[in-house]
């Protein structure tokens, strides 16, 4: 058990910024629901495809879903689906989350404690909020461009998607805050934040010289903005970065590299000195580098206790020996692709040791949403558009056979079964009306119950088995006479002639259900058949 393996997350993030927030949940244990648009209505990701490295790496560890939810029957399975969530995390635009009615306040009308997690360009308000806001926008407008680059050829971008990552960071840290309070006060609450917020938090030192001083700082290339000598300097092969800026730093430089004219430069004689004269310094500091390979200086200065280090390109830098020690890269399990290598968390808790293996690989769009044989919603793909089965996936141990009068029959999704069931009560009544009989909880015994009685045992939405036996939420009593071969996990479904109920129950598992506990719904009418 992971640190979040209690957490439910609905996750409508789409881009960059919103699915790293819901990666540091996933990657410690979160059940990540990712729910998106039917493939035929949605648009090309800005990420590239969905089995491409940048997707692969921004969605592993998660499930699919699609659902419409533009469409009303689709609106109300996503909001049965956030009454028994944790956290919703979405990035639209203010206007459309309104307009789908997903937003904060209509959340937490049907779940109080939610915690909701908005992540967007510019803020929730405010003059530019209606604005799309995208990485290179906001590192110009933030001033990180002004200061990126080499002094007199204007500015430049960051080489990685850095506001984008970084407002995923802080959400992740604000849902991780909320979720705290929550656990001393059972208080939900709305956590946001924006590429600008973040970006303007990651100036950090250079903005406080602003704030404080009203000081602009400017492009200083490779040097360091306030500390001589450091930066990167030529070598006999190339450039290596060094780190020599304090007085006991430059004297170790110095005498490591056999550079005693340096030392005695009385140009060079304090750090204030250094910082004065820094285009000259890191001239004379080149001079004597360029004797050296990099991976010289690396091991000279290093052996010295002079911080230095070699400018890798990204491959390098991934097979560099520490790297690998820190087993940056780890495989994930794709059902077609085989294993695929993506980039671990950086976070390490000595009460949970990295794991070996992902999860799972990012799914396909809807790879899970398929809850089996359903007759009243699978169906009506594509033209409702709630629900698209990406492709048929059925539980090994149930009959292949579409029969409708079995309602759980593929590889499950938390709380979809519920939300299609709950849409559908009306529809499932009038269905089931035709039917009677069942399989007792217990057992495997056949036993015929009243058409008005729940039936006692089917699939729930984690895919485990359920005791209809039960007075109320807290009640772990049951008429089983083998309870250790029933499963009571989740949102147990029981429904009646006329009514749907919910209800959980204390988790007993096991490996597998037995064959003969399958439901076995007798017909007195002949069902209806619909094309799948």
């Given at each position: 058990m992971k640190p979040l393996s209690h957490i439910r997350v609905l996750d409508l993030t789409h881009a960059r910024a919103g699915p790293v927030a819901v990666r540091l949940l996933t990657d410690w244990g979160a059940d990540v629901i990712k729910v998106e648009q039917p493939p035929a209505r949605a648009g090309g990701a800005l990420t590239g495809a969905r089995r491409g490295p940048d997707e692969q790496n921004l969605?592993?560890?998660?499930?699919?879903?699609?659902?419409?939810?533009?469409?009303?029957?689709?609106?109300?399975?996503?909001?049965?689906?956030?009454?028994?969530?944790?956290?919703?995390?979405?990035?639209?635009?203010?206007?459309?989350?309104?307009?789908?009615?997903?937003?904060?306040?209509?959340?937490?009308?049907?779940?109080?404690?939610?915690?909701?997690?908005?992540?967007?360009?510019?803020?929730?308000?405010?003059?530019?909020?209606?604005?799309?806001?995208?990485?290179?926008?906001?590192?110009?407008?933030?001033?990180?461009?002004?200061?990126?680059?080499?002094?007199?050829?204007?500015?430049?971008?960051?080489?990685?998607?850095?506001?984008?990552?970084?407002?995923?960071?802080?959400?992740?840290?604000g849902i991780l805050l909320a979720l705290l309070h929550r656990e001393r006060t059972g208080e939900g609450q709305w956590v946001h934040t924006s590429l600008l917020e973040s970006m303007m938090s990651k100036l950090d030192f250079q903005g406080a010289r602003y704030t404080m001083n009203g000081e602009i700082p400017d492009q200083q290339g490779n040097n360091h903005p306030t500390q001589a000598a450091m930066g990167a300097f030529r070598s006999k092969d190339g450039l290596a970065n060094i780190a020599a800026s304090s007085p006991r730093l430059w004297e170790r430089f110095c005498s490591a590299l056999d550079a005693s004219t340096l030392f005695d430069n009385s140009d060079y004689s304090s750090p204030g000195k250094r910082r004065e004269r820094k285009t000259q310094l890191n001239a004379d500091i080149s001079a004597v580098t360029e004797a050296y390979t990099t991976a010289e200086l690396v091991e000279k200065l290093n052996d010295a206790g002079v911080p230095c280090g070699p400018i890798n390109n990204i491959g390098e830098g991934f097979e560099d020996p520490q790297?690998?020690?820190?087993?940056?890269?780890?495989?994930?399990?794709?059902?077609?692709?085989?294993?695929?290598?993506?980039?671990?968390?950086?976070?390490?808790?000595?009460?949970?040791?990295?794991?070996?293996?992902?999860?799972?690989?990012?799914?396909?769009?809807?790879?899970?949403?398929d809850p089996g044989a359903d007759p009243f919603f699978l169906r009506k793909v594509p033209d409702a558009g709630i629900f698209h089965r990406h492709r048929r996936r059925r539980h090994p141990e149930l009959d292949k056979k579409a029969d409708p009068a079995l309602l759980f029959r593929g590889h499950p999704v938390i709380g979809i079964e519920s939300a299609v069931l709950a849409v559908a009560k009306r529809n499932l009544a009038n269905h089931l009306a035709g039917y009677s009989g069942g399989v007792k909880a217990g057992e495997g015994a056949k036993t015929r119950f009243p058409r008005d009685q729940a039936l006692p045992a089917f699939f729930n939405p984690r895919g485990q088995w359920c005791d209809h036996s039960h007075s109320s939420d807290n009640d772990t009593s049951h008429s089983l006479r083998s309870p250790s071969k029933m499963f009571y996990i989740g949102d147990f479904c029981g429904f009646s002639k006329n009514k749907?109920?919910?209800?959980?129950?204390?988790?007993?598992?096991?490996?597998?259900?037995?064959d003969s506990w399958l439901p076995v719904i007798k017909k007195q009418k002949p069902a209806v058949k619909r094309p799948i």
């Open positions: 969605h592993r560890n998660k499930r699919g879903l699609t659902i419409n939810l533009k469409d009303a029957q689709g609106h109300e399975i996503f909001m049965t689906l956030a009454e028994r969530a944790d956290v919703v995390v979405e990035n639209f635009k203010a206007e459309v989350k309104h307009r789908l009615k997903v937003d904060y306040q209509s959340v937490k009308a049907v779940n109080p404690a939610i915690i909701y997690a908005s992540i967007s360009g510019f803020g929730q308000d405010g003059p530019y909020s209606d604005r799309a806001g995208v990485d290179q926008i906001i590192q110009g407008m933030s001033g990180l461009m002004s200061v990126t680059g080499e002094p007199g050829k204007g500015p430049m971008r960051v080489g990685i998607a850095i506001s984008d990552t970084s407002a995923g960071m802080f959400l992740g840290q790297v690998k020690h820190l087993e940056m890269v780890k495989p994930a399990p794709h059902p077609e692709l085989d294993d695929l290598h993506l980039v671990r968390s950086p976070i390490n808790l000595s009460l949970f040791p990295e794991e070996p293996r992902f999860r799972n690989a990012a799914p396909d769009p809807g790879a899970d949403c749907l109920s919910w209800s959980t129950l204390t988790p007993n598992q096991t490996d597998s259900p037995p």
